[in-house]
């Protein structure tokens, strides 16, 4: 039976008691007051929302917590603001565990008198006349504990115990820091911890590498160290600012997409081998024997079952895999942005690519991107070399196949030479004849035979470009004069020539450019050039494999006015060569952070792209059976790209290498030195996959 209920005019006596304590309590201590009253108000609307409960499902669910501020807390962290970090009254701050009141970076001199519990490493820890110094470190900052001698032995022998990388745990009062000792280069420069009471919580072995930034060894630890000491690694205040870095850039991301209607949707990872262009990371099914899952190399053909399926707006922030040779911006295993939108043209991606970058670039840098070109493709390999062009210096590349200098010239590497360019480098006349002969070796590395070279002085031109024009009847060097006009080349100049095949040349001072820029300093701090480049050509013709392939990807279209030379099949195999796609790049720095493509979305036309690719009709339809049933089943037009999230990191950060910005790595070889993989197995395990190793 239930309890019998206390008559009304009892609650209401009951009631007005309280509230007259309440007003009796505020009076004396307005903060007890306040206190009281948000806890009888929250015990009232428990009881109302329990009594309505009751009434509606006699049988009492736990209801989830829920931490009211929510939103102030996750602003305060996501900002990296130090403002409003202390929840209301209570001293603690928003990182307060059972086990630490604050960070290491958040106290400031509004807390000093406040009694505070920190934990984290010592970073260093300093001994001077009977006083210790340890100073404090987690992801959030450093603080200085002071251990004076005002405490117990005890407490004083326990601070001298802490070695660096320690986790220490001490309390005290927050202390404000002498006007001669504040230090401006820490946030929390201007407080210090005065200690009463230290812990030493673990202690380390000694260590592969110094952690702390200001540590007297500069050495720099050897890449294959910090990677089989990653844990290690990571707790760098340099490697954690990049992963902090990485996360911002991510939720900015996520955050942009979100408010332009996209559905993060997930792709299997599991997923049908098809020929995408490099090797795919197979896996053997146990329950299918003889079968194999590959890991996806992007999730394209889903992304594309999307747009069928009316989810006309989907991105994901993807793990892919690719099992090619590993390089500075390359991984095995690695993340891109995945956009896919219906009912669009190029413009519409670009443009929201544009958006994207601008989010990302102003939430974790505060830079400002403004308008960004656009090149054509040819016009990249014309002025630069390379399709991802770095616009931060100049040394455009200059065709001189059609100069009447070359055109004339009797010199060897010139005579007869498909291609002929150059470039000049504004002050160059100073290089030494030792670096010269390291371009050299390196322009060779691309296919070019040599490099040929010339210093402009007061007196002439020196090197190897001298010989370029053709002599004089009576054997005297013949004039050079014009081909510098040409070059707009003046005294004090290097030009560096090179001449052979397109794709050498083109190859060879374009990467030799770059090269250069970085050698001589030319490229200037935290600059940031953007662009775009469109109409790559649909495909190219591999001489080894003696077939078209495709230049991104075969669900590439083609541009609206050639889309007939595509599905005409008496179209010429040189015209096949002219066929632009509806494809594009967006480059920064000189790296390819983004690229995309308008698809096909006609099955006639898919099916013509495969047969130009060599993939036999009984082929496409085992490899790609779903996607084209789904393009003929009402498939909208649509377009996508995906964005290196790795690249636009390391680009962000300023790292020079995408293993940086990745907290665990593959190396070169693409193993993981840290966990040991890849590793061998058991015989049992691969008899169940019905797999064997044959080395």
């Given amino acids: 039976m239930a309890a019998a209920r206390p008559p009304l005019a009892f609650q209401t006596f009951a009631g007005i008691c309280v509230l007259l304590f309440i ?3 505020m009076t004396s201590s307005p903060r007890l007051g306040t206190r009281l009253a948000s806890r009888v108000r929250g015990e009232s609307i428990r009881q109302t929302m329990c009594t309505r409960t009751a009434r509606t499902n006699p049988t009492p669910r736990r209801r989830a917590g829920v931490r009211s501020g929510g939103d102030s807390v996750l602003s305060a962290v996501s900002g990296g603001s130090r403002e409003g970090l202390t929840v209301g009254g209570t001293g603690e701050g928003v990182l307060a565990t059972s086990l630490r009141s604050h960070s290491c970076g958040e106290l400031s001199v509004s807390d000093v008198g406040r009694k505070v519990k920190l934990q984290g490493w010592a970073s260093s820890v300093r001994d001077k006349g009977g006083i210790t110094f340890i100073l404090l470190r987690d992801r959030y900052g ?7 001698d005002s405490v117990s032995d005890e407490v004083r022998d326990r601070a001298k115990q802490a070695r660096p990388e320690c986790v220490v745990e001490i309390e005290g009062t927050v202390s404000k820091r002498d006007k001669s000792a504040i230090n401006p280069n820490m946030d929390t420069g201007e407080i210090e911890i005065m200690v009463s009471d230290v812990r030493v919580i673990s202690r380390t072995r000694s260590l592969p590498f110094p952690i702390n930034e200001a540590a007297k060894d500069k050495t720099e630890a050897k890449e294959e160290t910090r990677l089989r000491y990653r844990y290690l690694d990571l707790r760098k205040p340099n490697m954690q600012r990049a992963i902090q870095l990485r996360h911002k850039a991510s939720m900015a991301a996520r955050k942009y997409l979100d408010q332009q209607q996209f559905l993060e949707i997930e792709t299997p ?6 020929p995408e262009g490099a090797r795919d990371y197979l896996v053997p099914s146990r329950v299918h024997p003889g079968e194999w899952f590959a890991l996806p190399q992007s999730p394209q053909m889903y992304k594309q079952a999307l747009m069928v399926s009316g989810m006309d707006r989907y991105f994901q922030i993807v793990r892919c895999f690719r099992d090619e040779d590993l390089r500075a911006d390359r991984q095995p295993e690695f993340t891109q942005i995945d956009i896919e939108m219906a009912s669009v043209s190029s413009e519409d991606v670009i443009k929201l690519g544009e958006g994207l970058v601008r989010q990302m670039w102003e939430e974790t840098l505060g830079y400002q991107v403004g308008t960004i070109p656009r090149i054509t493709y ?13 616009l931060r210096f100049g040394m455009e590349l200059q065709d001189l196949s059609d100069s009447e200098c070359t055109k004339s010239s009797t010199f060897a590497p010139i005579v007869n030479a498909p291609l002929v360019k150059a470039f000049v480098v504004p002050g160059g006349s100073d290089t030494t004849r030792k670096t010269i002969d390291k371009y050299t070796e390196f322009v060779k590395s691309y296919g070019l035979s040599g490099l040929l070279f010339g210093k402009i002085t007061e007196n002439g031109v020196t090197g190897p470009l001298a010989k370029v024009p053709s002599a004089t009847a009576d ?7 014009g081909l510098l006009k040409e070059l707009r080349a003046s005294v004090g100049d290097l030009v560096l020539m090179a001449s052979g095949e397109e794709e050498a040349v083109n190859a060879g001072l374009g990467r030799l450019r770059a090269h250069v820029a970085k050698d001589r300093d030319m490229i200037p701090e935290d600059s940031y050039a953007f662009v775009w480049v469109t109409d790559f050509p649909l495909l190219e013709y591999d001489q080894d494999l003696e077939r078209y392939v495709a230049v991104h990807h075969p669900f590439t279209s083609p541009l609206p006015a050639d889309k007939t030379l595509v599905l005409d099949k ?38 013509r792209m495969f047969s130009l690719l060599g993939v036999e009709e009984e082929e496409a339809a085992d490899k790609f059976g779903f996607l084209l049933d789904a393009l003929a ?21 300023g790292a020079s290498s995408i293993r940086d910005v990745i907290a665990f790595p593959k ?19 691969l008899a169940e996959l019905s797999v064997r190793n044959t080395v």
Wanted: hydrophobic share 35%; with cysteine; aromatic share 6%.
């Fill in 23 to 25: 007003l009796s309590a």
């Fill in 142 to 148: 450093v603080t200085q504990a002071t251990v004076s």
């Fill in 269 to 274: 990872y599991l997923c049908r081998a098809t």
């Fill in 378 to 390: 040819d016009e990249a390999m014309e002025k630069y070399g390379v399709d991802n062009p770095d």
């Fill in 475 to 481: 054997g005297s060097p013949g004039d050079i004069s």
């Fill in 570 to 607: 008496e179209t010429a195999p040189l015209d096949l060569m002219k066929v632009r796609s509806a494809a594009y790049d967006l480059v920064c720095n000189g790296f390819e952070i983004g690229g995309g493509s308008v698809r096909i979305h006609e099955r006639p036309l898919q099916e």
């Fill in 633 to 653: 089943h009402g498939p909208p037009p649509h377009a996508g790209m995906a964005f290196g999230f790795d690249r636009i990191a390391m680009i962000l950060s």
């Fill in 667 to 685: 190396t070169a070889t693409a193993s993981d030195l840290m966990s040991g993989a890849p590793s061998k197995v058991e015989g049992a395990q």
